[in-house]
């Protein structure tokens, strides 16, 4: 599979991250800036969407919420997933890291060790970023 297409420009995930929050007042998750960034802007005043930049970004977004689901079906009820669980069920769905990137985030460590913040300012575990570097 290529490089990854997106709608974002050379806007960083963290920054439409932020605009979005502005935008909507209040927190944004994975999945909304993904969303945001991975669908075709029509050419038509009101911006709506026509559809998915490609065939991956509607599986990785589809997928990332089926693991939400199972993943919140082994919590006790009310539990809610921390940043460190969103960005592992995200890594996941999108096949893990691949050259120092997971798809849709465009993380790019300069060494083994995790990125400092992914989204909302969560780190991921050595362990976890360790299992996702294998794959």
């Known amino acids: 599979m290529g490089g990854a297409l997106h709608t974002g420009g050379y806007i960083s995930f963290a920054a439409h991250r932020l605009r979005l929050e502005k935008e909507r007042g209040g927190d944004v998750n994975y999945a909304e800036v993904f969303e945001e960034t991975y669908n075709k802007k029509k050419k038509m005043e009101d911006s709506t969407r026509e559809g998915w930049i490609e065939p991956r970004a509607l599986e990785i977004f589809d997928k990332y919420h089926i693991d939400l689901d199972a993943w919140r079906q082994t919590q006790p009820e009310g539990t809610q997933p921390t940043p460190e669980d969103m960005t592992t069920i995200w890594t ?3 096949d893990g ?8 985030i465009g993380v790019q460590p300069f060494s083994s060790h995790p990125p400092a913040a992914l989204f909302f300012g969560a780190s991921v575990s050595q ?8 794959k």
């Open 92 to 94: 996941q769905a999108a």
């Open 97 to 104: 890291v691949n050259k120092g990137r997971v798809y849709g």
């Open 127 to 134: 362990e976890i970023w360790k299992l996702c570097v294998k």
